[in-house]
């Protein structure tokens, strides 16, 4: 069993000194809101119960192929990583879940595993299987693919790696696989891209029909790297005709670094919401490719108009439509606590701002041909200073008010640089 690791009175005596303030900017926001027929406390709400899972390999700080700089702190193992989530939990309260990755996450007892989150108030979202690397002692390799292998007994392998998720992921209460393969190729001409796409179909429909009744498989797609001629699964087209293919349990997860520069992403989430296709998020921010960047850091915007399409799904179909959000970032010269605290303000950010449109107004405007106004009416919910309403939300659910400075001040980092070993700076890789 864990102790807490921020004390509840280090999140009190902060929340105290910036409640007055806060419920002041809370109320003024709230009779602007008033004037545009906007309930404030609606909006809160619909904050106050959002949640997203942060990535148990986002705790550590990330790298590139060049190298990794180590903090002081970091985390060593599951155990470790898992106190680093649950500080973004206490000062969030929006971040109850962590996603775990096979087998880089090493588990040697389960009740144990679950027994030590649940002190630490986290559960565990979708599990993760990793069929893009060759681990120690692993009998087949992954150098030409795995799902997608030429060769029988390799994709057998990776069968059964995916099934191990599954029952892993049972004993954990998960609900839900997500696939992510680097399957593909470097040269033209290296692979049959139809028949690579045969064995995909048929390796996931054994992964597929060892899905719990109550489980989802989330297809991951992204267009480039490690292979950098083609990928098996590159974009949203071959998922969701995948996901058509496999049954209703299988559906499509959207990373927003997985895209090539400039392409319109919210256009997608509309697609595959609109297909009942939609099965999750990996938020993070992107300036070229998958970079892994903080969620909201580069293109706030786009974020925005994403959570404008997911809201505008939910209004269409409140009962099933269901995503499950989560965070995969690598933090390269940034403590990943203090990273993902900022990202979970990022999308809870847009996601209030998109709360926030008239889609009355939009509606109108958009079947009235003017574009002006239709844009104007998503501009002045973007324009919107939407900050008192994170506040009062994380006040309200015992979280901190600010909790970057609650975190900041608490000495966490230090504190724990005085109990871990800190790794050396070897080595690189993906995140
Ligand atoms: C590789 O691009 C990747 O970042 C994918 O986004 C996966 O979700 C993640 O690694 C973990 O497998
Ligand atoms: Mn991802
Ligand atoms: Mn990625």
């Known amino acids: 069993v864990a102790t807490p690791v921020i004390t509840p009175d280090q999140i009190d005596a902060s929340n105290a000194r ?42 550590g700080t990330g790298g590139t192929r060049f190298g990794r700089y180590p903090i002081a702190g970091g985390p060593n193992n599951l155990f470790e990583k898992l106190e680093d989530c649950a500080v973004i939990q206490q000062l969030t309260k929006a971040t109850p879940r962590v996603s775990l990755h096979f ?16 002190s630490l108030d986290l559960g565990f979202d979708a599990v993760n299987s990793n069929t893009f690397q060759d681990q120690a002692g692993q009998s087949l390799s992954y150098k030409f693919g795995s799902l997608t292998h030429a060769d029988a007994p390799t994709r057998q392998q990776a069968i059964e790696h995916n099934l191990e998720c599954i029952e892993i992921g049972q004993k954990l209460d998960a609900k839900a696989l997500t696939v992510w393969l680097g399957d593909g190729s470097n040269f033209a001409g290296q692979s049959d891209f139809t028949r690579a796409l045969e064995r995909y179909l048929d390796s996931m429909a054994v992964v597929y029909a060892g899905l719990p009744d109550d ?5 991951e797609h992204k267009l480039y790297e490690p292979a950098f001629y083609s990928t098996v699964i590159q974009d949203w087209g071959t998922s ?31 697609r595959l919401a609109q297909f009942g296709k939609l099965g999750g998020f990996h ?77 009355v107004a939009l509606r109108g405007h958009q079947d009235g041909n003017d574009p002006l106004m239709a844009h104007a009416t998503l501009k002045e919910a973007y324009d919107t200073d939407v900050r008192p309403i994170l506040k009062i939300a994380r006040l309200r659910t015992g979280a901190a008010i600010d909790p970057l400075g609650v975190y900041r ?23």
């Not at 087998?103 to 989150?117: R, S």
């Not at 489980?215 to 297809?219: D, E, G, I, L």
């Not at 933090?331 to 008239?358: G, Y």
């Not at 001040?409 to 070897?426: D, E, L, M, N, P």
């Open 18 to 59: 910036l409640e007055a303030e806060a419920v002041r900017d809370y109320a003024h926001l709230g009779e602007q809101l008033a004037r545009r027929g906007v309930d404030i406390e609606d909006i809160l709400a619909d904050i106050m119960a959002f949640k997203v899972a942060v990535p148990s390999w986002g705790m």
């Open 240 to 270: 969701i005709l995948c996901a058509q293919k496999l049954g209703p349990k299988a559906q499509c997860l959207v990373d927003l670094g997985h895209h090539a520069p400039n392409v319109n992403i919210e256009m997608i989430v509309a």
């Open 283 to 359: 938020f993070n921010d992107s300036k070229y490719g998958d970079d892994d960047l903080d969620a909201g850091s580069v293109n706030p915007f786009q974020l925005f108009l994403v959570f404008n399409e997911l809201v505008e799904a939910k209004g269409r179909d409140p009962q099933c439509f269901d995503p499950a959000y989560m965070l995969d970032q690598s933090h390269n010269i940034t403590d990943p606590i203090e990273s993902l605290m900022m990202s979970v303000n990022s999308i809870l950010q847009a996601f209030t701002k998109a709360l926030l449109i008239d889609r």
């Open 409 to 431: 001040a608490s000495g966490y980092r230090a504190q724990k640089a005085a109990i871990r070993v800190t790794q050396g700076a070897t080595g690189g890789g993906i995140v």
């Open 215 to 219: 489980w989802r498989v989330f297809m």
């Open 103 to 118: 087998p880089w996450d090493k588990v040697k007892d389960y009740d144990e595993l679950k027994g030590f989150a649940a």
